[in-house]
């Protein structure tokens, strides 16, 4: 299974962009990238996933470089409910199981 | 329903004793996933369904440890003779056959105290 590393914290103001980058050099070639966002005393929530180059929805956005050796979550114009835990995830196809690692804990500040 | 299911929403339980702690997937979803959270830790993977195939067991951390999903829907974590370190979290997510990817959908959880 394809370990991934992040920060693991990261402060931000509401309004400004975030980006946190994941590392995951030893991502397979039928692995996708995929984030979860957390909140105290709840599940984990998907926000987007990807495979390569960019993805966007209505909540982030995902940049995946070539090589797909890291990814970048950006979270635009974040506000003080973003405050979260942020997990990057790379698994997929036949992959039996997801291995969550810390976590990026992003704290949004007034 | 709607989402993921879980009950109860918190066990409190004393040491030595049996709990059973149940997970209702989202409906037509074939993979079945439980994880265990200890306070302010990451998830950690326990055991995994997908179908009629047996289950991935190898996250389990101990014979205490099990699980079953009866017909392929609901699904029940059993931990037998509870100790103290086995408070936590623990979630279970369900993820949908036709989903190639692994976008899993997480219930509430269930918060293990054992006193």
């Known amino acids: 299974l394809a370990k991934t590393t992040q920060p693991i914290s990261m402060d931000s103001y509401e309004g400004q962009e975030v980006n946190i980058t994941c590392s995951h050099n030893n991502i397979a070639t039928n692995d996708y990238i995929t984030w979860y966002q957390q909140f105290p005393s709840q599940g984990p929530r998907f926000i987007i996933q990807?495979?390569?180059t960019k993805v966007t929805n209505e909540v982030a956005s995902l940049f995946i470089p070539a090589d797909r050796k890291s990814s970048t979550l950006s979270l635009p114009r974040v506000s003080l409910s973003d405050t979260a835990v942020y997990y990057c995830l790379v698994g997929g196809g036949s992959a039996r199981q997801l291995t969550f690692g810390s976590g990026t804990q992003l704290t949004v500040l007034p | 329903g709607a989402g993921v299911s879980q009950s109860p929403s918190n066990k409190v339980t004393e040491k030595g004793k049996d709990v059973e702690l149940r997970c209702d997937p989202i409906s037509g979803h074939t993979a079945l996933y439980w994880y265990r959270q200890s306070l302010g830790q990451g998830l950690e993977f326990l055991i995994y369904?997908?179908?009629?195939?047996?289950?991935?067991k190898s996250g389990l951390p101990s014979d205490r440890f099990s699980a079953e999903r009866t017909g392929g829907s609901v699904s029940t974590l059993t931990i037998q003779r509870t100790q103290q370190e086995d408070s936590a979290v623990y979630l279970c997510?369900?993820?949908?056959?036709?989903?190639?990817?692994?976008?899993?959908?997480f219930g509430p959880g269930t918060r293990l105290t054992v006193l």
């Open positions: 990807g495979y390569k």
């Open positions: 997510a369900s993820r949908g056959v036709a989903a190639l990817t692994d976008t899993q959908y």
């Open positions: 369904f997908q179908g009629n195939s047996a289950p991935d």
